[in-house]
């Protein structure tokens, strides 16, 4: 049995796909883009964080680079549910950090929504995929032929 994947290009039909592979998460792919759009964000918090806070540019470094890795770690072990969690504490921090540049509080609240987003919505599109994937595995239904 093998399943179709999206191939190069809009509208096209990539190669067959064993049926031993694991599909894509689009929860594990959403949530990942969110991580990886907070390391972006740590990085040019600490830029204004060196000018407008009363931190030592020391502390800000550490405290960037421990973040970012934070994020990148917790992108890269989605696949168990420690990623997951190491999310949540991320997105705990990022708000936390509020106390040091006040602005990150409304970034940290925005990124929030989005990780909450990227969770439930990622999590319905598996969901829809498993459905249809179900659904195509199914044999056809034929007409009675005993009318």
Excluded: H, K, N
């Excluded at 998460?25 to 000018?51: I, M, P, Y």
């Excluded at 705990?92 to 990124?111: C, D, E, N, R, T």
């Excluded at 995929?129 to 005993?146: G, N, V």
């Amino acid at each position: 049995m093998s399943e179709r994947v999206a191939g190069p290009g809009p509208g096209r039909r990539g190669a067959r796909v064993g049926a031993g592979a694991e599909p894509r998460s689009l929860r594990r792919s959403f949530a990942a883009l969110v991580l990886t759009g907070e390391v972006l964000v740590v990085g040019f918090a600490a830029l204004v964080a060196t000018d407008l806070s009363d931190v030592p540019g020391t502390q800000v470094l550490v405290a960037t680079v421990l973040m970012a890795a934070l994020c990148l770690v917790a992108a890269a072990t989605l696949r168990s549910r420690t990623g997951y969690l190491l999310g949540w504490l991320v997105q705990l921090l990022l708000i936390a950090s509020a106390v040091w540049v006040p602005l990150m509080g409304v970034l940290g609240l925005l990124f929030t929504g989005l990780w909450v987003t990227a969770l439930v919505q990622g999590g319905r599109a598996d969901d829809l995929t498993a459905r249809r994937r179900a659904a195509a595995d199914r044999p056809p239904t034929t007409p009675d032929a005993s009318r």
